[in-house]
């Protein structure tokens, strides 16, 4: 690796990533050095062809972390293992026959929420969640919406109570933020999906875990509390982070104005531009590398860890040559991923359907929401993964909860 490696972190992941990536793929081409935390080596890949062939090559672009060439370095309170683990018996870590299985029992399991149900249900949480706010005047559309939403879908989804959505969310955000509390938001979250497996090993019920342990293909508590895990985690933020810039593309891009004044053709138009503009998933851990080979002009070594740059590939000018333009209906974007590792369909389902929800009830019940700090003062969560708001602040008449 070379020895002018770019640290994965720092304000200008939050305040301008997408001069960040053009500067890295000018100096550095489509795969760029990165240093993770404690000065640990890796790559990241924002070239749109070069990210194609990593994802749609598990052979050589391998998800089995232990092929790492790094492990003797990393520390055990290393605060990126929730995010890169050794032997870590998940969906996200497993290759070959074994992740297909898998990768078909969450298929199934999530493939029979019924989607009027979902929408149902994600208006019954959207509504109530607008109902403690709507007479006041105003509002921050994350810690008091974005943020507690599909948390609350998923739990209900799973078969978790309703109380227990508000400690999943502070654990989650914990967790994959990636600092100094990750690693008790991550305990906490398998504490509690265990919890929950063992009551319904004993009471099955209509939900997603239920399914997942009627599945004949012989997987331990184990990896399916692990997978559980990444289902939630894989859910909720990015879905949220997708609800509050998608509602802050609609609140200060005159381009979607119509939406929040009774039109709602583009809500959908919207959210597209966000997962290919400003997409929440902008950074993934990754894939390694099973020999020696050669990649966007860098010689890549066995065991390197290649990055998945998405907005990187999102942003590539080989793919966007006019960046101002609208990109349509086109969703050939990397949000969900590719290749046999990219985000199950269902899973993709279940999530436009919550944030779609969210972004409707909000434009329905808050008829003439306006943003209420200078659009230029949002700010982003220091996270070289997930891009979000930290805050987005909202006034509009008070109306009464319903």
Same mark, same amino acid.
């Given at each position: 690796?070379?020895?002018?490696?770019?640290?994965?972190?720092?304000?200008?992941?939050?305040?301008?990533?997408?001069?960040?990536?053009?500067?890295?793929?000018?100096?550095?081409?489509?795969?760029?050095?990165?240093?993770?935390?404690?000065?640990?080596?890796?790559?990241?890949?924002?070239?749109?062809?070069?990210?194609?062939?990593?994802?749609?090559?598990?052979?050589?672009?391998?998800?089995?972390?232990?092929?790492?060439?790094?492990?003797?370095?990393?520390?055990?309170?290393?605060?990126?293992?929730?995010?890169?683990?050794?032997?870590?018996?998940?969906?996200?870590?497993?290759?070959?026959?074994?992740?297909?299985?898998?990768?078909?029992?969450?298929?199934?399991?999530?493939?029979?929420?019924?989607?009027?149900?979902?929408?149902?249900?994600?208006?019954?949480?959207?509504?109530?969640?607008?109902?403690?706010?709507?007479?006041?005047? &105003?509002?921050?559309?994350?810690?008091?919406?974005?943020?507690?939403?599909?948390?609350?879908?998923?739990?209900?989804?799973?078969?978790?109570?309703?109380?227990?959505?508000?400690?999943?969310?502070?654990?989650?955000?914990?967790?994959?933020?990636?600092?100094?509390?990750?690693?008790?938001?991550?305990?906490?979250?398998?504490?509690?999906?265990?919890?929950?497996?063992?009551?319904?090993?004993?009471?099955?019920?209509?939900?997603?875990?239920?399914?997942?342990?009627?599945?004949?293909?012989?997987?331990?508590?184990? &990896?399916?509390?692990?997978?559980?895990?990444?289902?939630?985690?894989?859910?909720?933020?990015?879905?949220?982070?997708?609800?509050?810039?998608?509602?802050?593309?609609?609140?200060?891009?005159?381009?979607?104005?119509?939406?929040?004044?009774?039109?709602?053709?583009?809500?959908?138009?919207?959210?597209?531009?966000?997962?290919?503009?400003?997409?929440?998933?902008?950074?993934?851990?990754?894939?390694?590398?099973?020999?020696?080979?050669?990649?966007?002009?860098?010689?890549?070594?066995?065991?390197?860890?290649?990055?998945?740059?998405?907005?990187?590939?999102?942003?590539?000018?080989?793919?966007?040559?006019?960046?101002?333009?609208?990109?349509?209906?086109?969703?050939?974007?990397?949000?969900?991923?590719?290749?046999?590792?990219?985000?199950?369909?269902?899973?993709?389902?279940?999530? &436009?359907?919550?944030?779609?929800?969210?972004?409707?009830?909000?434009?329905?019940?808050?008829?003439?929401?306006?943003?209420?700090?200078?659009?230029?003062?949002?700010?982003?969560?220091?996270?070289?993964?997930?891009?979000?708001?930290?805050?987005?602040?909202?006034?509009?008449?008070?109306?009464?909860?319903?």
């Amino acid at each position: 690796m070379t020895t002018d490696a770019v640290p994965l972190g720092g304000p200008r992941f939050q305040s301008e990533p997408a001069r960040l990536y053009r500067e890295m793929r000018r100096e550095h081409g489509p795969v760029t050095p990165v240093l993770l935390d404690g000065d640990v080596p890796a790559w990241l890949v924002l070239g749109y062809r070069e990210l194609h062939q990593v994802t749609g090559d598990p052979v050589l672009f391998s998800r089995d972390s232990d092929l790492w060439n790094q492990w003797d370095t990393i520390p055990d309170d290393w605060p990126m293992l929730p995010m890169i683990n050794r032997k870590q018996p998940s969906i996200l870590y497993t290759v070959g026959e074994r992740h297909r299985e898998r990768a078909a029992m969450i298929s199934d399991a999530l493939e029979a929420v019924d989607a009027p149900e979902l929408r149902g249900h994600a208006e019954r949480f959207a509504d109530e969640l607008i109902d403690a706010v709507c007479a006041k005047g &105003e509002a921050d559309l994350i810690a008091d919406y974005a943020m507690l939403l599909p948390v609350r879908v998923l739990a209900h989804l799973f078969g978790f109570s309703d109380e227990q959505g508000p400690g999943l969310v502070t654990a989650l955000n914990d967790m994959i933020d990636g600092r100094e509390r990750a690693i008790a938001g991550q305990n906490h979250v398998i504490s509690s999906m265990a919890e929950l497996l063992a009551d319904r090993r004993a009471n099955p019920a209509e939900d997603v875990v239920s399914r997942m342990l009627a599945d004949t293909s012989g997987f331990t508590d184990e &990896e399916i509390v692990q997978d559980l895990v990444v289902m939630m985690a894989a859910g909720h933020q990015p879905t949220a982070d997708w609800i509050g810039n998608s509602l802050r593309l609609m609140l200060t891009d005159d381009r979607f104005a119509a939406s929040l004044f009774g039109g709602r053709n583009s809500v959908a138009e919207a959210m597209n531009e966000v997962l290919w503009e400003d997409t929440p998933s902008q950074n993934i851990a990754g894939r390694w590398a099973s020999r020696d080979t050669h990649l966007g002009g860098r010689r890549i070594r066995a065991g390197d860890l290649l990055l998945l740059g998405l907005q990187g590939a999102n942003s590539d000018p080989q793919v966007r040559t006019d960046g101002s333009a609208l990109t349509g209906g086109n969703n050939a974007h990397f949000s969900f991923g590719h290749g046999e590792h990219r985000c199950p369909f269902p899973a993709q389902e279940i999530a &436009e359907v919550i944030a779609r929800t969210g972004i409707e009830v909000v434009l329905d019940r808050l008829p003439d929401i306006d943003l209420a700090v200078p659009a230029e003062s949002l700010t982003r969560r220091p996270s070289p993964w997930l891009r979000g708001l930290t805050e987005l602040p909202v006034r509009f008449t008070p109306v009464p909860a319903l």
